[in-house]
Each structure stands twice: as C-alpha cells, then as structure tokens.
C-alpha cells in the first residue's frame, strides 16, 4: 500500500502537530476524527524515545495517592477500563503483589490505599484487591509472610503509539517520521512550518494551530526553534530498566517497596522474561542520548534481591534499557515526588494562530490529554465534531473478542502458519493479522525468514503499513524479536530493507482480508 505523498505547500491544515510519541500522536488521531486536516512530523521513529521505555503499564499509580494526586489517580484507573476495550490485543489485565513491610509503610495505609485504588475510578472487568498469606511456595524470601493484590493493566507501548498514528492516518492525517521541524513563526494567522527529512532536503507547512508535543525536547523547541520563552519549566528524569531470565512461575507482577519510599516493580515479560524498573533521577544530558548507569542496576538489583529468594547478578541482565520522562518542574525536592500528571500552555494573542504545548503526562492519560488539548483549541475549530475516541477501538481491536479465539481462528484458516507465529501476530496486530494472511497459501509464501518467526511477508507490512524503516524499528519497537533473534538474522534484516529502499521494489497489498483465511 503506497501511501499519498505530503500535499502540496499550498495546503493549509488544521493543525500541525510536532512530535510522534504518545501524545502527540493521540491528539493528531483525535483531531482527525473531528474532522480536522492534520500534519505530524516526528524527527525519529514513532515512539523512539520516552514512549518505547516506560514500565509497559497502564496504571492508576497506587503510589501517587500518597502525593495525593486523587484527580490524576481517578482519570488513569477510569482509563484503564477504556484502553482495555479499545485494544484487546495489546492491553492485558495484570495482577501486583505488594509484599508487606511493616518498617516502610503501616498496614492501614496500604488497605486504605488500596480501598481508594478500588473506588476512585470506574472498575468493571478488573478485579479488586485482596490481603494474601505467603506460604512456602513464594518466590519471595522466607521472612515476607504477609501481602497484598490488586489489579492494573500491562500494555505493549511503541504499539500502542503507532496504532494512534494508524488511526490518525485513516483518519486522513499525514504522519512523516524522520521529519524534524526546524523552525516556525506566525505570520497572518497561520504558522509556517519548516522542516527537515533524514536525507537533508527541506519543505515548508502551513497550519491554523500548532501542537507542541516533543516530550523531552518541548521547552528546547519553544526557546530554540520557535524562539519563545516558555510557559514552564520541565524537569528530565531518568527512568531505568533491566530485562533479566524470568524471575519466578506465575503470570503475577511484583511491586517492591524500597527503604528510600520508593517502588519498583518486576514484571512478566514475553514469557522468557522478567522486566524489571524503574529508577528515579535527574538527569540534564542530550535525551538521545541516556543510558543505563551502573548505579541503577546495583540500585535495581538490590531492591530486587532484598525481596526474592532467587538471587540476581549483573551477569543476568539480558538487556537494559533508559528513557527521560519530560515532567513539568512543580519544585518538588525528589524526582519520585515530581506530578506525573499534565499541563497544557495555549499561546494566542490577537490573531495570532494559537500554539499549544504539552507539558508532563503519562502513557494511561493520553487520550484523556488529547480530548483536553482539543478542548482548548475549539474555539478556533468550531465546526470540529465532538470526542469520539472513548469508544472507538484502534487498528487490530476491532472484529476482536479474546486472543486466544483470534490465533485460533488464524490456525484454522491458515493451517500451515506456526501457533507460535499465530499467537504473537495477533498479540501485536489483533484483527489485523488477516492482511498479513492474504493471498498466502503456505510458508513458503511468507517470503525470506529472517529468524525466530519473522517473514519477509511481515516486515513488507510493517514498512507500508507502520512507518518502519530499520531492522531497529521492527526488532525493538514493532515486535519485540531483538530479544531472541540472532545477529546475523537482524544484519539480514537490515540489508533486506536497505534493497526494498534502494530499489523502490513493491511492498505490500494492504486490501481487504482474504476471504479463504478467514472462512
């Protein structure tokens, strides 16, 4: 599927809106579901940076309650119920143990918690908390006896961004990733946008508004590219992951308390692994640049052997990796204390066209921060339709009832596909794994495989269809195989996208279903 080219500069759009990752990629897709024309240019892959390194939750932050941010806590428990149905196939409900340490926090506090946790939002496919008794089939050490479980959700979330910038674009937005936005200005009522591609060539938009939405870089791209002061101030925190041999059996999560009153949590991750994070620093550096620091694993792995009778090493490390979260500077002394919450900056003076900035946020909110950030620009749109995104599924969910029905139904219609490659397709594309079926009579017709499952028939799909265009992107952001896959087969990988670029060859008919899979 060849997608249309960026219209001529003539064009004015709605809304031009800088930065692909969650945010900004949530409110390009609401926009243009009210109708509006949208642009989004994001200058790296869709969810590069801050979105593809979080803790893969959608949570109400049990921890935030203690700050007592109740609103922020009541709007992400309210979301979960919400991102739950809209994408079956890639949000999972997820069961925490809290273990209990009476010297941290006292028994009352943590039921009172956990009675608001089950209270403040909206709950009615989630179960709720519950006290445990620890026997001596626990994984965790012999002295933690007492405990306590509850429910928030897991989320594959460089998925879940590109599925944003999916739905924008069927929407009718146009989505250019490698495309940074090196200057704008206002001029008459619009906002002319100069950007550049990764190859070097340059163009020109115009918009009516301007959404800022660079995460990491938003204060950078007010003072230095459009240059404003800024309306506030963001502080960078550092935020540290380890992906180690699965931890303990069981398909629960863990969420460890530490002596310095912060949490860290072990997760189930694709089924070999144990994730474990995150980590809370400031950090003051190039955000392309972070990396994992020694002192995060000794601190990540202490917290983690303080608690289970497996002991871990820094030799069990499978991979790491570190994000900056982009979080609006509300002075707080300690990083951890720091609002997850968001604020959003309109600018418009006269007939100046309005710009509006993104500041802080989290993964659950996003579709709530973009029906705010529309809300604020609808006096300038007033024939925008109304919020729509609350009921909509996105790209894979619809058509979907359980993932368990779906692989079956890809099986049965395609016997000759593994189950393995089955179940992860519809985990990552859910109804949308039938495209990748189509016109496919056996393996064979899969085309080249690269290793662990990933056929030339897939990677075609991921570059028409997702905005893919590095074996990185696909190994690490779009399927997750850079785990298990072997060197040469990612060399491979990315010589095979080399030649399809070089050659412009045909990628992939994106039309209706195969009606023979399906039958």
């Given at each position: 599927m060849?997608?249309?080219?960026?219209?001529?500069?003539?064009e004015?759009?709605?809304?031009?809106?800088?930065?692909?990752?969650?945010?900004g990629?949530?409110?390009?897709?609401d926009?243009?579901?009210?109708?509006?024309s949208?642009?989004?240019?994001e200058?790296?892959?869709l969810?590069?940076h801050?979105?593809s390194?979080?803790?893969?939750?959608?949570?109400?932050?049990?921890?935030?309650?203690e700050?007592?941010?109740?609103?922020?806590?009541?709007?992400?428990?309210?979301?979960?119920?919400?991102?739950?149905?809209?994408?079956?196939?890639?949000v999972a409900?997820?069961r925490?143990?809290?273990?209990?340490?009476?010297?941290?926090?006292?028994?009352?506090m943590?039921?009172?918690?956990?009675?608001?946790?089950?209270?403040?939002?909206?709950?009615?496919?989630?179960?709720?908390?519950?006290?445990?008794?620890?026997?001596?089939?626990?994984?965790?050490?012999?002295?933690?006896?007492?405990?306590?479980e509850?429910?928030?959700?897991?989320?594959d979330d460089?998925?879940?961004?590109?599925l944003?910038?999916?739905?924008?674009?069927?929407?009718?937005?146009?989505?250019?990733?490698?495309?940074?936005?090196?200057?704008?200005?206002?001029s008459?009522g619009?906002?002319?946008l100069?950007?550049?591609?990764?190859?070097?060539s340059?163009?020109s938009?115009?918009?009516?508004?301007?959404?800022?939405?660079?995460?990491?870089?938003?204060?950078?791209?007010?003072?230095?590219?459009?240059k404003?002061?800024?309306a506030?101030?963001?502080?960078l925190?550092?935020g540290?992951?380890?992906?180690?041999?699965?931890?303990?059996?069981?398909?629960?999560?863990?969420?460890?308390?530490?002596?310095d009153?912060?949490?860290?949590?072990?997760?189930?991750?694709?089924?070999?692994f144990s994730?474990?994070?995150?980590?809370?620093?400031?950090?003051?550096?190039?955000?392309?640049?972070?990396?994992?620091?020694?002192?995060?694993?000794d601190?990540?792995?202490?917290?983690?052997?303080?608690h289970?009778?497996?002991?871990?090493?820094?030799?069990d490390?499978r991979?790491?990796y570190?994000?900056?979260?982009?979080l609006?500077?509300?002075?707080?002394?300690?990083?951890?204390?720091?609002t997850?919450?968001?604020?959003?900056?309109?600018?418009?003076h006269?007939n100046?066209?309005?710009?509006?900035?993104?500041?802080?946020?989290?993964?659950?909110?996003?579709?709530?921060l973009?029906?705010a950030?529309?809300?604020?620009?609808?006096?300038?749109?007033?024939?925008?339709?109304?919020?729509?995104?609350?009921?909509a599924?996105?790209p894979?969910?619809?058509?979907?009832?359980?993932?368990?029905d779906?692989?079956?139904?890809?099986?049965?219609?395609?016997?000759?596909?593994?189950?393995?490659?089955a179940?992860?397709?519809?985990?990552?594309?859910?109804s949308?794994?039938?495209?990748?079926?189509?016109g496919?009579?056996?393996?064979?017709?899969l085309?080249e495989?690269?290793?662990?499952?990933?056929?030339?028939?897939?990677?075609?799909?991921?570059?028409a269809?997702?905005?893919?265009?590095t074996?990185?992107?696909?190994?690490?952001?779009?399927?997750k195989l850079?785990?298990?896959?072997?060197a040469?087969?990612?060399?491979r990988?990315q010589?095979?996208?080399?030649?399809?670029?070089?050659?412009?060859?045909?990628?992939?008919?994106?039309?209706?279903?195969d009606?023979?899979?399906?039958?």
């Amino acid at each position: 599927m060849q997608h249309p080219p960026l219209a001529p500069v003539a064009e004015v759009y709605d809304l031009a809106v800088v930065g692909g990752g969650i945010n900004g990629v949530g409110i390009a897709a609401d926009a243009a579901g009210r109708g509006l024309s949208v642009y989004l240019c994001e200058q790296g892959d869709l969810a590069q940076h801050t979105s593809s390194a979080s803790s893969k939750l959608v949570h109400g932050g049990l921890r935030y309650l203690e700050h007592y941010e109740l609103r922020l806590v009541r709007e992400a428990l309210a979301e979960r119920e919400v991102l739950l149905a809209k994408a079956p196939h890639i949000v999972a409900p997820l069961r925490f143990i809290l273990p209990y340490r009476p010297h941290l926090r006292p028994s009352w506090m943590i039921r009172t918690g956990l009675f608001l946790y089950d209270h403040l939002g909206k709950r009615e496919h989630l179960a709720g908390s519950r006290r445990l008794h620890f026997g001596a089939e626990s994984p965790l050490k012999a002295d933690i006896t007492q405990g306590f479980e509850y429910s928030d959700c897991w989320v594959d979330d460089a998925r879940l961004v590109v599925l944003n910038a999916m739905t924008a674009r069927e929407h009718g937005a146009h989505i250019h990733t490698r495309t940074r936005c090196v200057s704008a200005r206002s001029s008459r009522g619009l906002w002319h946008l100069h950007l550049e591609r990764v190859d070097g060539s340059r163009y020109s938009v115009r918009a009516r508004a301007l959404v800022n939405a660079a995460g990491p870089w938003v204060a950078q791209f007010l003072r230095d590219d459009l240059k404003l002061q800024p309306a506030h101030e963001i502080r960078l925190i550092q935020g540290s992951h380890l992906i180690v041999p699965k931890l303990y059996d069981g398909e629960q999560a863990y969420i460890l308390q530490n002596d310095d009153r912060r949490i860290v949590f072990v997760i189930p991750y694709l089924e070999q692994f144990s994730l474990i994070g995150t980590t809370d620093r400031e950090y003051r550096g190039d955000p392309t640049q972070v990396t994992v620091t020694e002192a995060e694993v000794d601190y990540l792995l202490a917290v983690v052997n303080r608690h289970f009778k497996r002991q871990l090493q820094a030799e069990d490390i499978r991979y790491r990796y570190a994000g900056v979260r982009p979080l609006c500077d509300d002075e707080s002394a300690e990083p951890s204390a720091i609002t997850r919450d968001y604020t959003l900056a309109l600018t418009a003076h006269g007939n100046e066209a309005p710009l509006l900035s993104v500041f802080g946020g989290k993964l659950t909110t996003y579709r709530k921060l973009a029906e705010a950030a529309l809300a604020e620009l609808a006096p300038w749109f007033v024939r925008m339709k109304p919020a729509w995104t609350h009921d909509a599924r996105l790209p894979g969910g619809e058509d979907m009832t359980t993932l368990l029905d779906l692989t079956e139904a890809l099986c049965t219609g395609a016997p000759w596909l593994p189950e393995v490659i089955a179940r992860r397709w519809a985990h990552s594309y859910g109804s949308r794994s039938w495209k990748l079926l189509k016109g496919m009579r056996g393996l064979a017709d899969l085309g080249e495989h690269f290793g662990v499952g990933l056929y030339a028939r897939e990677v075609d799909y991921l570059i028409a269809e997702e905005w893919a265009l590095t074996a990185e992107d696909i190994l690490w952001r779009r399927t997750k195989l850079g785990l298990f896959i072997a060197a040469d087969g990612g060399t491979r990988l990315q010589q095979y996208m080399d030649q399809l670029t070089r050659e412009r060859l045909p990628l992939f008919d994106a039309g209706a279903e195969d009606a023979a899979c399906q039958a």
